[in-house]
């Protein structure tokens, strides 16, 4: 079955488009079939991966019928990407549909034979596009950076998980809380940790056990068009995000094996 994941937080910044792209690209180098959904109208996942998006169709023009979904799709070195772009902005004004909530849900449904994952991005908000994440998805990561307010924006999407699982997507999980830029010997870091782990608990989830340690290599990547796993495979970032794609591949992708 394919595993459909959103990387959510209300607040900007948390490191959402980052993770993706560093699940897109690592599941891809284990051999897994993977495809990257770029929902916020900041469209930074094509950007992060390279991408030179041009007169592609986006998934505006899929959520709004002008394209097919297969038509929309860019396949790319590290994993094949369903691009964003700044119409996404109008979203609410857009879809005003009966069952607007299933529409990323249904169009994902016509790709699904073809991958292993799905990863979608979402943008630091709670409107109909992360619903339709939600309601596409099988599991939620939550990142989050080790700062008070990153937090909050944590503790605000509880209520949404719940209305879409009583409402829309019953099996949704939240797979884990992953706290980014982590820094063990600072205070303030381990008092984040404490309180994440309490908004974990009340999620019925976990904070991953991997903590993404800061990292220049994160802020560089994007400007070459990569991935952190594939711009600067052996930063401490890397090694980081590399233990979270463990835990999401499980053991029917493991990882290369180096010759």
Do not use: C, W
């Not at 599941?27 to 390279?50: E, I, K, M, T, Y």
């Not at 980014?180 to 782990?197: F, G, H, M, P, V």
């Amino acid at each position: 079955m394919t595993q459909v994941i959103t990387v959510t937080n209300q607040k900007g910044g948390v490191g959402k488009t980052t993770t993706v792209s560093a699940l897109v690209t690592g599941l891809s180098q284990r051999g897994a079939r993977v495809l990257g959904v770029d929902l916020d109208p900041q469209g930074n996942l094509g950007f992060n991966l390279g991408l030179d998006i041009g007169d592609n169709y986006t998934v505006y023009d899929v959520l709004s019928g002008a394209h097919r979904i297969e038509e929309s799709i860019i396949h790319t070195r590290e994993g094949d990407v369903l691009p964003s772009d700044i119409m996404l902005s109008t979203a609410e004004m857009a879809f005003t549909a009966p069952r607007r909530e299933f529409m990323l849900s249904q169009h994902l449904n016509v790709v699904k034979p073809f991958y292993d994952f799905i990863i979608i991005d979402t943008p630091p908000a709670l409107n109909i596009l992360t619903i339709n994440a939600y309601v596409a998805s099988t599991g939620l990561i939550v990142p989050m950076e080790a700062e008070v307010l990153s937090l909050v924006g944590v503790s605000q999407i509880q209520d949404t998980i719940e209305t879409v699982r009583k409402s829309f997507n019953p099996d949704l999980k939240v797979l884990g809380i992953l706290l980014n830029k982590y820094n063990s010997r600072l205070t303030l870091s381990r008092e984040i940790l404490d309180l994440a782990e309490q908004v974990a608990q009340q999620l019925d989830s976990q904070v991953f056990p991997a903590k993404i340690r800061r990292s220049v290599s994160v802020a560089m990547a994007p400007a070459h068009g990569k991935s952190v796993l594939a711009y600067q495979p052996t930063s401490k970032a890397a090694m980081d995000f590399r233990r979270i794609v463990d835990a999401v591949a499980g053991p029917q992708f493991p990882p290369p094996k180096i010759k």
